[in-house]
């Protein structure tokens, strides 16, 4: 398997940045996220306060990004991971379609989680909660469970789950008309908390209680804790120093997700630092390896 020097999740500001340092400074690197780059640079109207492109629009910013990133020939990787997991001196990460992939460094970029965890997620997690329905969907074949869908990309896996499971409940959190090609039933009431013993058994929302052997959530993006066992935070963010180093040696975070100012000029200039101090920490790695 190629061992990536580093592995950038997310396409927003700081994941770019930090993908154009490290391609110029010659390291193999892969970048997960969306051609889209980020919702919120899609959906800014004009931005007066990023120097280089005055009054830009978010649609703007990012397809000069995006001109950026092609002629560095940096690709982006369509894919959501859903867990990193620190090996020691390299890193694990699953991805949404259950394939793994292997880096030296890990950079963080994947924007911040609005919100917090629903009561009985992080009890659950993993007994009746999961995060990756094409990873564990094999193990609620012909039994039923319950979706809650962040955005409309979320609804390809809860399609499989459809030909998977003998029921599938899907709690959209956005107001666009969900579209499935199996028989999924829409629910729009609002997931409250899960409920069980040993594991999960009921997701109740404002509406009613329904009873399911898993509740999937498929958020935009995960909260940090949860997407990296073992990684230390403060609320939504994840704690860093100067050099953007977290509590995990070779795992860096920048951007929304180390906390506020939420700002694009901000995380790029994280995204840069980040990138930065994982090839120093690479250079570290190859010097103890000698
Ligand atoms: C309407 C609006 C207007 C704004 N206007 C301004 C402004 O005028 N000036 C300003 O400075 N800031 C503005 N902001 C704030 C700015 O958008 C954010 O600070 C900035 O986008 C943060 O960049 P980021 O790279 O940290 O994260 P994001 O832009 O949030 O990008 C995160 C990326 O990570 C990806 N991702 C998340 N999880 C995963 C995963 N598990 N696997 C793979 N990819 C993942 C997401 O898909 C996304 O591509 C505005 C925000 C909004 C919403």
Do not use: W
């Given at each position: 398997m190629t061992r990536y020097d580093t592995a950038i999740i997310g396409t927003g500001p700081a994941g770019i940045s930090a993908a154009i340092t490290a391609k110029v400074r010659n390291k193999?690197?892969?970048?997960?996220?969306?051609?889209d780059l980020s919702t919120k640079m899609q959906v800014a109207h004009e931005i007066l306060n990023y120097p280089g492109l005055p009054a830009v629009s978010g649609k703007d910013m990012a397809a000069a990004?995006?001109?950026?990133?092609?002629?560095?020939g940096i690709e982006i990787t369509e894919e959501k991971v859903t867990a990193v997991y620190s090996m020691g001196d390299y890193f694990t990460l699953q991805k949404s379609n259950g394939e793994y992939v292997e880096a030296s460094t890990v950079i963080l970029a994947s924007g911040v989680v609005a919100g917090k965890p629903y009561p009985g997620e992080e009890q659950f997690l993993g007994r009746g909660v999961s995060y990756?329905?094409?990873?564990?969907?094999?193990?609620?074949?012909?039994?039923?469970?319950?979706?809650?869908?962040?955005?409309?990309?979320?609804?390809?896996?809860?399609?499989?789950?459809?030909?998977?499971?003998?029921?599938?409940?899907?709690?959209?959190?956005y107001k666009e008309e969900p579209k499935f090609r199996n028989a999924i039933e829409v629910v729009r009431?609002?997931?409250?908390?899960?409920?069980?013993?040993?594991?999960?058994?009921?997701l109740k929302?404002?509406?009613?209680?329904?009873?399911?052997?898993c509740v999937f959530i498929l958020r935009e993006a995960q909260f940090p804790g949860q997407l990296v066992p073992g990684l230390a935070t403060e609320g939504p963010a994840v704690k860093v120093n100067m050099q953007m180093e977290t509590n995990i040696p070779g795992l860096f975070a920048c951007g929304d997700i180390a906390g506020q100012p939420y700002q694009y000029i901000k995380a790029a200039g994280q995204g840069n630092v980040a990138a930065l101090s994982a090839v120093n920490y690479l250079a570290a790695l190859a010097r103890k390896n000698i």
């Amino acid at each position: 398997m190629t061992r990536y020097d580093t592995a950038i999740i997310g396409t927003g500001p700081a994941g770019i940045s930090a993908a154009i340092t490290a391609k110029v400074r010659n390291k193999n690197l892969i970048l997960f996220g969306s051609k889209d780059l980020s919702t919120k640079m899609q959906v800014a109207h004009e931005i007066l306060n990023y120097p280089g492109l005055p009054a830009v629009s978010g649609k703007d910013m990012a397809a000069a990004f995006t001109r950026q990133l092609e002629q560095l020939g940096i690709e982006i990787t369509e894919e959501k991971v859903t867990a990193v997991y620190s090996m020691g001196d390299y890193f694990t990460l699953q991805k949404s379609n259950g394939e793994y992939v292997e880096a030296s460094t890990v950079i963080l970029a994947s924007g911040v989680v609005a919100g917090k965890p629903y009561p009985g997620e992080e009890q659950f997690l993993g007994r009746g909660v999961s995060y990756c329905a094409t990873c564990d969907a094999p193990l609620y074949k012909g039994k039923t469970v319950a979706v809650i869908g962040g955005a409309p990309a979320e609804e390809a896996e809860a399609d499989y789950l459809g030909e998977v499971c003998e029921k599938v409940y899907y709690f959209p959190l956005y107001k666009e008309e969900p579209k499935f090609r199996n028989a999924i039933e829409v629910v729009r009431e609002k997931p409250l908390e899960i409920l069980g013993g040993m594991k999960a058994e009921t997701l109740k929302t404002d509406g009613g209680e329904y009873e399911v052997a898993c509740v999937f959530i498929l958020r935009e993006a995960q909260f940090p804790g949860q997407l990296v066992p073992g990684l230390a935070t403060e609320g939504p963010a994840v704690k860093v120093n100067m050099q953007m180093e977290t509590n995990i040696p070779g795992l860096f975070a920048c951007g929304d997700i180390a906390g506020q100012p939420y700002q694009y000029i901000k995380a790029a200039g994280q995204g840069n630092v980040a990138a930065l101090s994982a090839v120093n920490y690479l250079a570290a790695l190859a010097r103890k390896n000698i």
